[in-house]
């Protein structure tokens, strides 16, 4: 698949390193907030092996309040304009909102990675005048209340029925489905036991002949198994990224690239035998 300038095998697997760039994010208290740090950190990603860096200046965390355009753009613009200058890696923005999309693409990125799946009014006919890729994610509810209550007659089902309904939505829009991803959106409206479900059935999305990512580290759910704090979570991500790769998930988001890049590195080498 052609990300930008970069071409990826998207048979192989790859790791995208995410990069929050919100002062109350989830898992990095925010530590990567100023420009320079954000720099610093995708650096040391790309250097460990990552091919995407995921760059994010919403915190979807459940029940995180909302963030205004202006600064959701004042967070995210100046980090791809610099990466786009100074790596040779993917980036990704995680944004669901057009103007920001529409803006980044004309400074370097390379992946739009919408947890609303182009649901926003405009993110549609945005996303088909960029021409890139596009991660379609599921989430029920919104991150203000997703956790509340999740809830589905069969998750797999209709999750499915979802991808199904966006792929569409996005042919009807002008994107080419050669151009899509897929992600069943672990923690976002789902519970445990339906997060270990779509990790175990994970295989059952390949009907739809389009690669998926997936994002597991560090999720809560990780902590409802192990009892862990978020920082304590690396062996337990670890676990979850490897069953995903084996489960054919072939781009693996993740906080702790040096580690995840040899935990798959051990994958693919069963994979090419
Ligand atoms: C995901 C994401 C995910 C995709 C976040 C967190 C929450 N994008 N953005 N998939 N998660 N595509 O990292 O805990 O699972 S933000």
Do not use: W
Request: a negative charge; hydrophobic letters at 40%; glycine letters at 8%.
């Amino acid at each position: 698949m052609q990300f930008g300038s970069i071409q990826l095998d998207l048979d192989r697997v790859h790791v995208m390193g995410v990069l929050n760039v919100t002062p109350d994010s989830f898992s990095d208290g925010g530590r990567f907030a100023t420009l320079d740090n954000a720099l610093m950190q995708a650096e040391s990603m790309f250097q460990s092996g990552a091919t995407f860096i995921d760059v994010g200046g919403e915190s979807t965390r459940p029940g995180a309040k909302e963030v205004s355009l202006q600064e959701e753009m004042d967070r995210v613009l100046p980090v791809v304009e610099a990466l786009s200058e100074t790596q040779e890696v993917v980036i990704s923005v995680d944004s669901s909102s057009p103007q920001l999309l529409h803006e980044a693409s004309k400074i370097g990125m390379g992946l739009i990675n919408d947890v609303r799946a182009l649901q926003r009014e405009g993110a549609l006919e945005v996303a088909s005048e960029t021409q890139l890729p596009i991660c379609l994610m599921h989430m029920q509810g919104s991150p203000q209340c997703m956790q509340e209550n999740p809830n589905y007659k069969n998750a797999i089902d209709d999750i499915s029925t979802f991808f199904e309904e966006r792929i569409q939505a996005c042919i009807g829009a002008g994107i080419s489905k050669d151009k899509l991803i897929l992600d069943p959106g672990f923690g976002f409206g789902k519970t445990l036991t339906h997060n270990l479900m779509l990790l175990k059935q994970l295989t059952v999305f390949e009907r739809f002949d389009l690669p998926l990512l997936v994002g597991l580290s560090r999720k809560s759910m990780l902590g409802q198994i192990t009892g862990k704090e978020v920082a304590e979570r690396l062996a337990a991500s670890l676990s979850s990224s490897v069953i995903a790769a084996m489960n054919g998930a072939r781009i693996i988001r993740v906080h702790d690239v040096e580690e995840t890049v040899d935990a798959l590195k051990v994958v693919q080498a069963m994979l090419d035998v």
